[in-house]
């Protein structure tokens, strides 16, 4: 850098590994082209007064959250148009979740990923205040999580007369449901499992209800639906093949439910299981809430290899 400007910052932290001391030493640094300024750049950058645009930054700083955020906070006022922003290693999740960030959003076109390092051009968009808010402007920002607006989404999908349907169906569905039942009785509680296995059961539950086995690592929050869909029963019994993660969670408590639910949370998983088959991603998803279940039932298992 020092060859190439006429002007080069560089915010850097020794921390007596020596790495700024040898460089300073380094016969091939211009020195007269570069300014030091050595500490935290969580630190020193924020009391930093840039006088001039930049036409280049690399954010290889502190990695751990919030510092590379708060790096690019501090960089991205300044850089001009068609500048170059260079941020390494985006396999560090605190890292990916700013390249996640500056992918969607339009004052950036990402250029090339080498290996771990990604290389954006700054566009002629408008610069964000980074005193303002309008965070509903920002690319990053235009879809809420999912995980949290499904139940919003389908009920906006609804007629206001099945809503009333619903809800007069809710009232018969909480005198009703102590007669329907589900159960597992195969793997039993506490027993081992290898990648998968077969898991077994029987129900007694109303034509308008769907049946679904999910599994998931017992530290985990999300579920992962199994079978590729609802299960038919046959005389009242089921059974499904489960897949109990990969080879990093052997050793692992693994649960497995056996779900019953409506229309709406049907539609929602099989969609779900369409995105899948399309994408190869498996996303996580979360289970309906208690008074859209009909019945269900929990099993505990540990993976051994």
Not at 10 to 26: E, I, M, P, R, W
Not at 54 to 63: R, S
Not at 96 to 119: P, W, Y
Not at 245 to 258: K, M, N, T
Request: aromatic share 12%; proline share 6%.
């Amino acid at each position: 850098m020092s060859h190439l400007s006429e002007h080069h910052w560089v915010f850097a932290l020794d921390d007596g590994n020596g790495s700024v001391a040898n460089v300073k030493q380094s016969s091939l640094l211009r020195a007269d082209h570069v300014d030091f300024v050595e500490g935290p750049t969580q630190c020193t950058l924020p009391q930093f007064r840039f006088t001039e645009k930049l036409q280049f930054a690399l954010i290889d700083g502190p990695h751990a959250y919030p510092f590379p955020d708060l790096e690019y906070y501090y960089l991205y006022p300044h850089l001009e148009s068609g500048a170059l922003l260079v941020i390494d290693d985006i396999h560090i999740r605190s890292v990916q979740n700013l390249f996640k960030f500056l992918r969607c959003d339009s004052m950036f076109h990402l250029e090339e990923v080498i290996g771990s390092t990604a290389i954006f051009t700054r566009t002629d968009t408008p610069t964000f205040d980074p005193r303002g808010d309008g965070w509903w402007l920002q690319g990053y920002n235009r879809k809420f999580l999912s995980r949290y607006t499904w139940k919003q989404r389908v009920k906006d999908l609804l007629p206001g007369r099945v809503h009333r349907l619903a809800s007069h169906y809710r009232h018969h569905w909480a005198r009703d449901r102590r007669r329907w039942r589900v159960g597992i009785t195969s793997p039993k509680s506490g027993e081992m499992v290898g990648c998968d296995g077969e898991v077994t059961g029987y129900a007694d539950l109303p034509a308008v209800c769907h049946l679904w086995v999910l599994a998931r690592r017992k530290d985990i929050s999300g579920w992962w639906p199994q079978g590729g869909g609802p299960l038919p029963l046959d005389n009242g019994c089921w059974s499904v093949r489960v897949q109990y993660g990969g080879s990093r969670d052997a050793g692992h408590d693994f649960e497995i439910v056996a779900i019953t639910a409506g229309e709406a949370t049907n539609d929602l998983w099989m969609t779900w299981v369409k995105n899948v088959q399309a994408t190869g991603e498996y996303p996580p998803v979360q289970l309906p809430t208690p008074q859209f279940v009909f019945a269900e039932t929990y099993r505990t298992v540990r993976r051994t290899i």
